[in-house]
């Protein structure tokens, strides 16, 4: 008898569904389409040279080499978690490598947090919208969701504390230029969210993988760092209810998939046996390069990519005030690679998409991917991080020839 294996697989893969994102880009690979749909880096702007030095100087040395292409323990190169902890103390937390794990990109950590703390129906709050890679996350481990609105300072309090009263297994946020939309959560309102995390003792996931991609203002302290100021002086690590979730691949390279996840010590040791069961280790020579290139070049770095996308940020926002008709809404972002639109009630973002494509060789992303309850038909999100300014004028001309007048 052949085996039936949709019929043998678990009832969680019901919930599991490509990300819409994933497949859209592999019907771009013609030429003459400009993209405003991936949200990654743009890799003109990677530190090749510097990559190159690094696994070069790995290589040349009998001693390195073997270390850096054996197993390795699971919590991650110790001198890369020490650079972590170095930057994020300087928020006052307290951290040691103990709080820190390393994983193949934050998008493992995520996962980690949904095996972590999630059981079949639980409830796990979100905001409307909310970053489709973390649906996709912990959509295995069977949760209910309960969506919180957001304006351009961030979540509503009131909305939250709504979800909160329902007890949700934690709260995840991306509070700095947020994917899809990319609103930064204001301070006031970082605040409230702590206020009410202590007040209902609700966890918060603080996804940072856009944090130091900040184009105007000045950077606002994490939640993690906030949590820590809260908990008042002390030795150790202060923070009590945010585990935080960080990544490389928005400021040195993707394909590396370094990222990592801070928190208290007995979280952090429950997510290293997770990683031991999962890949026993990210790759160890990648994380000896990122090490690296971090150390030597990071203020430099992270400079050049603000310069380089808060380029693309202006064009993007100079041609939507240029070109768009009214009744369209977008955000404005301080930073990050996206622009979130608000199209009319009555124009589906779908059936927009399939127009775009097909008559004006344009690409996005709808926004109900981005809504756990699949709403907000009439919305999109555009990336602008890989797209020239020139290309980014004409692109949204193209799109505008598309809305009614």
Known sequence: ????????????????????????LKVLERPEIISFAGGIPDPALFPHAEIAAAYQRVMASAQHRSMAL?????EGWLPLREFIC???????????????????????????????????????AVTRPTYLGALQAFAPYEPRYVSVPVDDEGVLPGALEDAFRQNPKFFYLVPDFQNPNGITTSLARRRAVLALAERYGVPIIEDAAYTELRYDGEPLPSL????????????????????????????????????????????IHKVVLMKQAADLHSSTI???????????????????????YRIRRDAMLAALNAWFPPGVRWTEPAGGLFVWLELPQDICATKLLERAIGE???????????????????????AFSMVGAEAIDEGVRRLSTLLPR
Request: proline share 4%; with cysteine; glycine share 10%.
């Open 1 to 24: 008898m052949a085996v039936d294996w949709t019929e043998r697989q678990a009832s969680r893969l019901a919930g599991m569904k490509a990300s819409e994102i994933r497949e859209l």
């Open 360 to 382: 004006v060789n344009v690409a996005f992303v709808p926004g109900s991917a981005f809504h756990a309850d699949r709403s907000g038909a009439n919305t999109c999100r555009l």
């Open 286 to 308: 990648n994380q000896i390069v990122i090490n690296d290139v971090v150390r030597a070049i990071w203020p430099e770095l992270t400079a050049r990519l603000r310069a380089a």
């Open 224 to 267: 993690m760092a906030l949590d820590a100021e809260r908990a008042g002086p002390g030795a150790g690590f202060r923070p009590r209810h945010v585990i935080y979730a960080g990544t490389f691949s928005k400021t040195v390279a993707p394909a590396l998939r370094v990222g990592w996840l801070t928190g208290p010590a007995e979280v």
């Open 86 to 124: 170095e930057q994020q103390n300087q928020g006052g937390l307290g951290a040691t490598p103990e709080n820190v794990v390393i994983t193949s990109g934050s998008q493992q950590g995520l996962e980690f947090i949904g095996k972590l703390l999630i059981g079949a129906g639980d409830l796990v």
């Open 70 to 74: 054996q197993y390795s323990v699971s």
